[in-house]
């Protein structure tokens, strides 16, 4: 796993010629009905362990919650099944909210 500043994040999804990454986020359904990245992809942390096989391990994955914590786990988690390109959000969604997309809502 390795963390991932959300500048750094921003900037990746601006680049047209690197991959895009899939943007996993393990938060609650009630979490992204407040704010959530365009094109994440919902997968609460207590259903990782029975889906995570739904998660293509060729692509790179960026794990994303409130503050980056749940994120983290879950990211070692991948990492622990052999997923090699995993990224933990530094700060989550609420960095993103505060320093990226100021327009969105924040809790």
Known sequence: MK????SELAHWRA????????????REPWETQICQIEGSALMPMREVPTRFVDIDPDQPVVCICHHGGRSAHVAMFLNRQG???VYNLTGGIDAWARQIDRAMATY
């Open 3 to 6: 963390p991932l500043t959300v």
């Open 15 to 26: 680049d047209t010629q690197r991959a895009r990454p899939v943007l996993l986020d393990v």
């Open 83 to 85: 997923y090699g390109d």
